[in-house]
């Protein structure tokens, strides 16, 4: 029998927006979110806290089994990511914490051992999830399902002035490379590779507003 919860599945490569317009798009339909993202940062960041090496995918399975990964909103409404009991969640969000998760990303016992967290998510009235493989592996059945992109140029732009207004500081030629370079991990990996899942309605989000974006994501659920 199917599952009679809905779910909107956002899938799409690093920087096209998946996290920003999926909270925003939760909070209009009411509905649960799910950044699937944060999981595989949180393993990232328990296994640099740990020392391990991202080659040794035997330690990082492990580590992916005895983290501890909570999620709750703070007094100002903004979701923090708890690791094995700390505040993660700035950590989390660093461009070492993202290349992290895309190298122990790649590692199928990992990925096996997160299904059923992200699943658990799926709870009435909805759930938004947003990720790499939300519509093609951990959600299928999704009745809704999205591909966000925009060029490498544009995500990079918006990167760099999201790091900017955090006070870090980047180049633009290096963040493109990193996003080149996660792309490319993320989308050749043997398990689970980005891709759009069947059915997915594509979204190029070059040159579009948040708000534009988030009227064409919740016109694909209620048209
Ligand atoms: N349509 C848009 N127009 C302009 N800026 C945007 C748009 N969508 C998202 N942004 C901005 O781009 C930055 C990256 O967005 P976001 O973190 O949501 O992307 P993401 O796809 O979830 O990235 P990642 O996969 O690396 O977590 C944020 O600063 C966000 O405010
Ligand atoms: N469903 C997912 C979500 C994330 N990943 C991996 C690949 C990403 O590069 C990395 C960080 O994700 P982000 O927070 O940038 O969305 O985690 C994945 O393989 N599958």
């Known amino acids: 029998m199917s599952d009679p919860i809905p779910v909107l599945t956002i899938d799409g490569p690093s920087g096209s927006g998946k ?15 799910l950044d699937s993202g944060a999981l595989y940062r949180a393993v990232g960041v ?26 709750r909103e703070s007094a100002e409404g903004d979701l923090r990511v708890l690791v094995n009991g700390h505040d993660a969640t700035d950590e989390l969000r660093t461009e070492t914490a993202g290349a992290a998760a895309s190298a122990i990303a790649a590692i199928p016992e990992v990925r096996a051992a997160l299904k059923d967290r992200q699943r658990a998510f799926r709870r009435a009235p909805g759930l938004v999830a947003d990720g790499r493989d939300m519509g093609t592996v951990i959600f299928p059945d999704a009745p809704f399902k999205v591909f966000l992109t925009a060029s490498a140029a544009e995500r990079a732009d918006r990167r760099y002035k999201q790091l900017k207004d955090k006070g870090v500081s980047v180049t633009m030629d290096g963040l493109l490379r990193e996003i080149l370079a996660r792309d490319a991990r993320d989308a050749s990996r043997t398990v689970a590779p980005l891709r759009p899942a069947e059915g997915a309605v594509h979204i190029d989000t070059t040159g579009l507003g948040i708000d534009a974006v988030v009227e064409r994501v919740l016109a694909v659920v209620a048209p």
Request: proline share 0%; with cysteine; aromatic share 12%.
């Open 19 to 33: 996290g920003t317009i999926s909270r925003l798009v939760a909070q209009r339909l009411g509905w649960h979110y």
């Open 46 to 71: 328990a296994a640099g806290w740990a020392d391990l090496d991202l080659d040794d995918a035997g330690a990082l399975v492990r580590c992916t089994f005895d983290t501890d990964i909570g999620f």
